[in-house]
């Protein structure tokens, strides 16, 4: 895919969610990802209980060390520079980390970002948890005007990708032939 992109001139961004849609990684790494304090904590949804790392253990900055360092290996294999890194950072459940844990978790992955001279990348709900200083592009898929306007004002480089138009996995139509996957 690397090669195909570059011989096109298409940058490609890898993409690793953190700290929700982890279920996989979490699943792969039990128990260490795991954090029990976090299962006591109320969820609105609890199937979605174990798709959040434990961002308050070390093992889980150590998972996502390895990630990227093994990123920019495969993308050194297929000579393709990688200056982008997208953390996610949305659709965490209300109340099962605090704020302060997400704020926390996003210092962190920056630092391990910058380290590795890469540019941070996240959805546009991690922006009350990172600070604009940190300068990470911001991916919106709302398309409310308002809240363009603040992430711009507030001076966070943007990507608009609008999930009514972007998604490759989206049901664009009602037909039953036409599904999607979400």
Not at 46 to 56: G, H, K, S, T, Y
Not at 124 to 152: G, N
Request: proline content about 8%.
């Amino acid at each position: 895919i690397l090669g195909y992109a570059k011989a096109r001139h298409i940058m490609v961004i890898p993409e690793v969610d953190m700290p929700a849609h982890s279920r996989a990684a979490r699943r792969a790494s039990a128990p260490k990802m795991h954090n029990p304090v976090m299962d006591t904590r109320p969820m609105p949804r609890p199937e979605f209980r174990n798709d959040i790392l434990a961002v308050m253990n070390s093992e889980t900055l150590d998972y996502a060390e390895t990630i990227i360092s093994s990123l920019q290996n495969m993308y050194k294999q297929a000579d393709c520079e990688l200056h982008y890194f997208h953390i996610g950072g949305d659709e965490v459940p209300v109340g099962i980390l605090t704020d302060q844990e997400r704020r926390d978790f996003m210092d962190s992955l920056i630092v391990i970002l910058k380290r590795h001279n890469l540019h941070p990348v996240g959805w546009e709900e991690l922006t009350p948890f990172c600070r604009a200083k940190d300068k990470p592009m911001i991916s919106v898929w709302h398309s409310y005007y308002p809240l363009l306007q603040q992430l711009v004002d507030s001076g966070y480089p943007l990507i608009q990708m609008r999930e009514d138009q972007l998604y490759f996995d989206f049901c664009y139509c009602n037909h039953p032939q036409e599904q999607g996957t979400t």
